[in-house]
C-alpha cells in the first residue's frame, strides 16, 4: 500500500501516537475489560498494542490481543465471548489492501452476531472511514445484533488538531456521530496524521 509522505517508521509511530489516545479514551470511560480484534500486520499490531499498553497502565485493567485472519472468524468471536469484554475494539486497517480488510471485518461482526458476543465496540477510524460498518449493516443479522450495542467510533479532526470519541447512532442502516470526548494531538502527531491521511500540511499552530 503507497504511503502519503510518510516513511514505513512513521506509520509505525504515528500508530503509537494515536493507539496511546484510544487506550487513554478507554481509561476514561471507566472501563476495566476489553477486547483488541486487529488485522495481522504490523501497523494494526503496532496501534493495537499501543491501546493496550495504556489502557492497561492507565486503568489498572486487563485486555487482551485478538487476531482477526480470513476464516477464522468464528474462532476469533467464539474466543472474544469467553474472554467477555465490556468493549471490543476493531482495529481494521495497515497494509493489508482495504477490500480484503472489510471483507474480513464484516465477517467477523457477522460472526460475533452469530455467536451474541457480549460488549459494546469502538470501531477504528480507517475501515469507518472506508465504509467499513455500512457494509457490514447491509447484513440484516448485523444490523439487529448491532441495534442493541453501544457503539463507538474515534475520527479525526485535521483543522483542529483533535481525536474525537463519537457513540455511533444507528438509524437503519444509517450511521450518525454524536461526539462524546476530545483529545488534543500534539503538533508532532497531528503532523503525521495529516501527512498519512491527508496529504497535506498541518493546518494548526
Known amino acids: 500500500m503507497p504511503m502519503a509522505k510518510t516513511t514505513f517508521e512513521e506509520e509505525i509511530y504515528l500508530r503509537t501516537l494515536t493507539g496511546r489516545l484510544v487506550g487513554k479514551a478507554l481509561a476514561d470511560l471507566g472501563l476495566n475489560k476489553v ?30 490481543h485478538f487476531l482477526a485472519e480470513e476464516g477464522k472468524e468464528a474462532d476469533v468471536a467464539k474466543r472474544v465471548k469467553e474472554f467477555a469484554p465490556q468493549v471490543t475494539v476493531l482495529q481494521f486497517g495497515g497494509e493489508t489492501p482495504i477490500e480484503e480488510t472489510k471483507k474480513v471485518f464484516v465477517e467477523t461482526l457477522r460472526q460475533f452476531a452469530e455467536q451474541d458476543v457480549p460488549g459494546a465496540f469502538v470501531v477504528h477510524v480507517r475501515i469507518f472511514a472506508a465504509g467499513g460498518l455500512s457494509e457490514a449493516l447491509k447484513d440484516e443479522k448485523i444490523r439487529e445484533y448491532l441495534d442493541k450495542k453501544d457503539l463507538f467510533v474515534y475520527t479525526v479532526g485535521f483543522d483542529e488538531g483533535k481525536v474525537y470519541v463519537n457513540k455511533i447512532i444507528l438509524d437503519g442502516e444509517e450511521v450518525k456521530l454524536e461526539k462524546i470526548a476530545e ?3 500534539t503538533l508532532e502527531h497531528a503532523d503525521l496524521l495529516n501527512r498519512s491521511l491527508k496529504d497535506r500540511s498541518v493546518t494548526f499552530a
Open 35 to 64: 477486547a483488541v480484534v486487529a488485522s495481522r500486520n504490523v501497523i494494526c499490531s503496532s496501534i493495537a498494542t499501543a491501546t493496550e499498553a495504556t489502557f492497561i497502565t492507565l486503568s489498572g485493567g486487563v485486555t487482551y
Open 183 to 185: 483529545y488534543q494531538v
